[in-house]
């Protein structure tokens, strides 16, 4: 993984300012520590964490330290590495059983699997990236490239589109004016991709992206506002040979509006 940008450090850590917070920016700094990790990583020292955080070797070991004591890491004498902890389970667990749309929906996702034999996630957004919150699959699949936990970007995929179309007006200005700052010269590209994804949901309730992220994805998106306002989005998609844009406008398209509509119903 790249280093994280001095942009991305200081969107994350640096928006506070003033002596009177710097126990948040600790906290901000703390937290930051922890999204380094990614999946497959077994462990990371104190250095790697330094390099991919920005911050001072110094500062990480008093970070890293802390984190332990607290049960967020887990430190291995053998490797002289650290781990995530447990408390991060506990962390997750608590996220997902506090969401009872996620729960609610499984059902209808599981159905979209099984009828288009693709994988669908349920997403929220993270900064400038979605997570999957949930991911189904029809019996029989192989597993998912990304599954639950995966992040992907908010402004070239099909999720990050939908869910930026579903914020209120002002909530969405903002957020672009974030994608725009992160996206330096490629921001008319970006732009004029989140117009079309634009222009699509509000005509047919929802949008594709063939290639924009990745080469080998088809990706077809769908907002969902739930009653109590909480924003989020749902993606079917999967690579080209089981997807093909004709398929994503015809077929899997309608289908998923449909879906996400339902589900947005229901939280009521």
Not at 5 to 17: I, M, N, V
Not at 58 to 77: K, Q
Not at 215 to 224: F, L, T
Request: proline residues 5%; glycine residues 10%; positive net charge.
């Amino acid at each position: 993984m790249a280093r994280i940008s001095p942009q991305q450090r200081k969107a994350e850590t640096d928006q506070l300012e003033g002596e009177e917070t710097y126990a948040v920016q600790g906290l901000a700094r703390g937290l930051l520590v922890l999204r380094v990790f990614r999946p497959g990583e077994n462990a990371l020292s104190n250095a790697e964490l330094a390099e991919r955080t920005g911050l001072p070797r110094p500062t990480v070991s008093r970070l890293t330290e802390t984190l332990t004591a607290l049960g967020y890491l887990a430190y291995v004498p053998r490797l002289g590495r650290y781990t995530l902890g447990a408390a991060v389970v506990a962390l997750c667990h608590s996220l997902l059983a506090g969401m009872p749309y996620r729960i609610a929906a499984r059902p209808m996702l599981q159905d979209l699997a099984d009828s288009t034999r693709l994988p669908v996630s349920l997403g929220a957004r993270d900064q400038l990236h979605m997570i999957n919150i949930d991911t189904v699959r029809h019996a029989g699949a192989t597993p998912a490239r990304f599954d639950l936990g995966a992040r992907i970007p908010l402004a070239t995929t099909a999720m990050g589109r939908a869910y930026l179309y579903g914020l209120s007006e002002a909530n969405r200005k903002g957020l672009l004016e974030r994608v725009r700052q992160h996206s330096g010269k490629a921001w008319r590209s970006v732009r004029s991709g989140l117009d079309h994804a634009f222009e699509s949901l509000e005509r047919r309730g929802f949008c594709v992206s063939a290639g924009e992220w990745r080469a080998d994805v088809v990706g077809v998106g769908a907002p969902i506002v739930t009653a109590d306002g909480v924003v989020l989005a749902v993606n079917c998609g999967g690579p080209p040979f089981e997807i093909s844009l004709r398929r994503a406008e015809q077929e899997v398209g309608p289908k998923l509006a449909h879906v996400a509509a339902v589900i947005a119903g229901n939280s009521i």
